[in-house]
């Protein structure tokens, strides 16, 4: 498992997803905090590339032997790419929640949506607060 | 349900220490995993895993005619249980409903100890206490008496032999040990499909024992192990895999009813084993990706014709299993059926059990 840990220069949604924008393109996953209380991700099956995503809405599921979580997009857009490692290693999930445990990589619809993201210390505060 | 409700058991600090994630089950607040549910479940299959299982309840009964009364109730046939002795056996209604699934050790010639699942032990006592009545049996709650460890795995008898004093007993039976500094009543049984032994002890010795098994060389194993690894060699779950709405035959579980006995229920079992039943529970595999979940319908040429009981991703399996009921002419190994998961179709096969065998 991963520290416990939660970048600056990401973007944060409230159901525990992570957004990294990069001009008109963005890469999504799930935050340490969404792992942990995950457990170990057992099994993850990756959507198709070419869907489209619309922020809030879940996208993909991650399961570990417990439960089943569903995974939310942050933003808006279409799937241009997916990390079938992950499908094949569903604990890089764990392991590197930022980095190999990235989930889709998405082409924006509306870029300006990342404004209504929180930042990496808004998101700790959530956390905080919950 | 509010933390504060719910009821601890004598190791409930030694979680804490020990990093445990705790949740609430049947009005207990347990451990479900400390490290991990895979490395937990792996140690159990390859080394040794301690549980604490105290919040699993006791029912002792006792007196000239203990054992008539629990011929009366239990379906197995407690004649053939000897002092020393294990005998596994489902609690059932009169319509053969059955209402717990339960292991009883006998103690003495007329003194017995009767485990229950924690969410069925007041049901299950009351039911003791009202039928004690038409014999010369004494029905006592035992649950304040005792907190109770499980020790599972091919090294648990080595580890468990450096806490306690004496030869440990063999499969299904019992003795009575120095442990740890105190005494334990050791039962060899368990509920993982491991060799391995459950203790029973004062609630003030559980810490002790808990502490030196651990020092020994236990891995301390949650529920969430326990669970994926009584469901990989098809023990059932209360409440999942039967109810007071299905009978033992129809569970598979009609191999530890004795029907001769004249246990309450009796006749039900008769009629079902004699004249069959609709369903029959049965365990299965995915072929390929996906998790099968509890109330997940199984579909069989298009039709739903059963309902996923137990369901789980197997750490050794590394696939998807469970339990269902399904139609009898479906519940023969090789059958192929397919399992609803949520939307999607996941192709699975009617297996044998167990699900998971040991190497040999």
């Known amino acids: ?130 | 349900m509010a933390t504060a409700s719910l009821k601890r058991t004598p190791l409930y600090d030694a979680h804490l220490a020990a990093g445990a994630r705790l949740v609430p089950f049947a009005g207990w607040e347990m451990p479900v995993q400390y490290e991990g549910l895979g490395p937990e479940h792996l140690a159990v299959r390859t080394s040794c895993g301690v549980f604490d299982v105290s919040h699993m309840g006791e029912v002792e009964t006792s007196g000239r005619e203990a054992e008539a009364l629990l011929q009366r109730l239990l379906s197995n046939d407690v004649s053939k249980l000897e002092v020393g002795g294990a005998q596994y056996a489902v609690l059932c209604q009169d319509d053969g409903g059955i209402l717990d699934d339960l292991f009883t050790y006998r103690l003495a010639d007329d003194r017995y100890l009767t485990v229950t699942n924690a969410a069925n032990h007041g049901r299950d006592y009351e039911w003791f206490a009202a039928h004690a009545g038409d014999f010369d049996a004494d029905v006592r709650d035992a649950i304040d008496d005792y907190a109770m460890l499980a020790v599972q795995g091919p090294k648990a008898r080595a580890i468990v032999a450096r806490v306690a004093e004496g030869e440990l007993p063999p499969r299904m039976h019992t003795a009575r040990l120095p442990l740890a500094g105190a005494e334990a009543l050791v039962c060899g049984t368990g509920y993982t499909g491991e060799d391995g032994v459950e203790l029973l002890l004062g609630p003030r010795d559980a810490a002790s024992a808990w502490e030196a098994l651990i020092a020994s060389g236990a891995t301390p194993a949650g529920l969430g192990a326990r669970d994926t690894l009584r469901l990989e060699v098809c023990f059932h779950l209360y409440g999942n895999d039967m109810d007071e709405h299905r009978n033992p035959i129809e569970a598979g579980l009609g191999w530890c009813c004795r029907e001769e006995t004249g246990f309450i229920g009796s006749e039900a079992v008769a009629a079902a084993r004699e004249g069959g039943t609709e369903q029959q529970l049965a365990p299965f595999m995915l072929t390929g990706p996906g998790i099968p979940r509890p109330g997940n319908v199984v579909v069989a040429d298009g039709r739903d014709v059963g309902a996923v009981t137990s369901g789980t991703m197997s750490p050794s399996l590394k696939r998807g299993i469970g339990m269902a009921y399904v139609p009898v002419e479906l519940a023969e190994p090789g059958a192929e059926v397919e399992i609803d998961v949520r939307g999607k179709r996941r192709p699975a096969r009617i297996e044998s059990k167990p699900l998971y065998r040991k190497e040999s």
């Open chain 1, 1 to 130: 498992m991963a520290e416990e840990s939660y970048p600056d220069g990401l973007r944060y949604h409230a159901e525990h997803d992570w957004a990294r924008v990069e001009d008109a393109e963005a890469t999504f996953g799930i935050t340490w905090y969404a792992q942990d209380a995950l457990g170990e991700v057992v099994f993850y099956e990756p959507p198709d590339v070419g869907s489209e995503v619309s922020k809030g809405q879940a996208y993909a599921e991650v399961e570990s032997v417990k439960a089943v979580s569903d995974v939310y997009a942050p933003l808006s857009g279409e799937i241009v790419a997916v990390n079938e490692g992950v499908g094949e290693r569903p604990e890089l999930i764990n392991e590197d929640p930022y980095g190999e445990g990235w989930l889709v990589r998405i082409k924006l619809s509306d870029p300006a949506e990342s404004d209504q993201l929180m930042d990496a210390a808004a998101y700790r505060k959530l956390l905080e607060d919950s």
